[in-house]
């Protein structure tokens, strides 16, 4: 048949009931980060029902497959997460998550769907690609240090020209796609703090070293590296989101512990955080005589859409959607290690709009309530289906 661009949403649109099944059957059974066990294993078998595929397990939980054109080309990696969140969901729906405490609540479900509805297409096209296509099909997303990473040491990315990734976006209306060259997705950095002083009575705080009154305000001042010590043009959060001390009303606490997170953009601020953190925690509590311990660890690292490629894949969507459909991303301070992957190969990442206020889907992501239009999952074949023959040329 003649690519075009009303051949492919055909072929997009005819596997509909495909895409919402699938998804429908990973929203009903999420697993866990690292845990993916079974959601694996349904994506192999599904795709092993696809013609002239070759499939892999890169590591315990992932899945890779290849599809080789008959003429030369590039090699184009396109990449979906397949893992859930330690969320307890409150939907009302025939698929609710049958796991207590674990939903589907960023959209990893929808992105599975559409993968394996795209490599279903392009398995029957497969007479007319050029290059090589391979699907990544990416573990634990959601949680440190990520599988991205796990996948890259594992070689799948060895000989891949480009890849890409899309994310379902609640807050964007169906029908809309964001993209942007660029800085996309923050790092995520995790730190953690404890405040060490010296446990009394609380009718005698004279003789004790409060560490909760220290806690409250080494809080307060590690704001000051937001707001007094960096450039007000930088982009840079700082959220204290733990704290832990005291088992009583009467008791000062001995010990509390606090952790969180920093996101940055820039490398040189992302490079002297931690430092400028560990001063004001060593200043405030040795200032009332108490000790401290302070780990930061370093996490994900930015999404970066490569120029060129953010062009290509821009230049596509619109033509594929229209110009009107197509608006740019505004960046994010979340997390996404799809960067491990653009680490190796131009990459870039884009939104995919599945909200629709008409239908009460409004919930942000990681919301026990959180939902998609269904019909977000038929553009995103879509998308990935012009992408796919556009970007091996």
């Known amino acids: 048949m003649e690519i075009s661009k009303e051949s492919l949403a055909e072929l997009a649109q005819q596997i509909k009931d495909d895409l919402i099944g699938w998804r429908r059957y990973l929203h009903k059974h999420p697993e866990l980060s690292f845990q993916e066990k079974h959601t694996s294993q349904f994506i192999c078998d599904t795709l092993q029902t696809f013609d002239g595929l070759e499939l892999s397990r890169p ?18 990696a396109i990449r979906a997460d397949i893992d859930a969140l330690p969320i307890h969901e409150e939907n009302d729906c025939d698929f609710v998550s049958e796991n207590p405490g674990v939903m589907h609540a960023c959209g990893h479900d929808g992105h599975t769907a559409i993968l394996l509805g795209t490599a279903k297409i392009l398995s029957s096209l497969k ?27 594992a070689g799948v990315m060895e000989g891949v020209d480009r890849v890409i990734g899309l994310h379902l976006h609640s807050p964007l209306e169906v029908g809309n796609l964001n993209i942007k060259a660029g800085p996309t997705h923050a790092a995520s950095d995790e730190f953690s703090i404890t405040v060490i002083g010296v446990g009394g009575h609380a009718a005698q705080p004279h003789d004790a070293i409060d560490s909760l009154a220290i806690a409250a305000q080494v809080v307060t001042n590690l704001q000051h590296i937001v707001s007094r010590n960096t450039d007000p043009l930088e982009n840079l959060v700082l959220s204290v989101t733990k704290i832990m001390g005291g088992s009583a009303f009467n008791v000062i606490p001995g010990s509390v512990e606090l952790a969180g997170t920093v996101r940055s953009f820039n490398p040189e601020v992302r490079k002297h955080v931690p430092g400028m953190m560990e001063r004001v925690v060593k200043g405030i509590t040795e200032a009332h005589g108490g000790t401290y311990e302070f780990s930061y660890k370093h996490g994900h690292d930015p999404v970066i859409n490569d120029q060129a490629t953010a062009e290509l894949v821009k230049e596509t969507l619109i033509e594929a959607f229209g110009q009107e459909a197509v608006q740019p991303m505004i960046p994010t301070m979340g997390g996404e290690d799809f960067s491990a992957f653009q680490a190796k190969a131009p990459g870039t990442y884009f939104w995919v709009g599945a909200g629709n206020v008409s239908k009460g889907i ?15 999952l038929v553009i995103g074949v879509q998308a990935f289906l012009h992408l796919a023959f556009k970007l091996v040329k």
């Not at 590591?59 to 184009?76: D, F, H, I, N």
């Not at 409004?362 to 977000?376: K, L, M, Q, Y």
């Open 362 to 376: 409004v919930h942000p992501h990681h919301h026990p309530r959180f939902a998609i239009d269904e019909d977000s």
């Open 59 to 76: 590591t315990e939980t992932s899945v890779m497959a290849k599809l080789k054109g008959p003429r030369p080309g590039k090699t184009l």
């Open 127 to 153: 007479d007319q690609l050029q290059g090589e296509i391979r699907f990544l099909f990416q573990h634990a997303e959601e949680q440190a240090p990520g599988g991205a990473q796990q996948m890259v040491d």
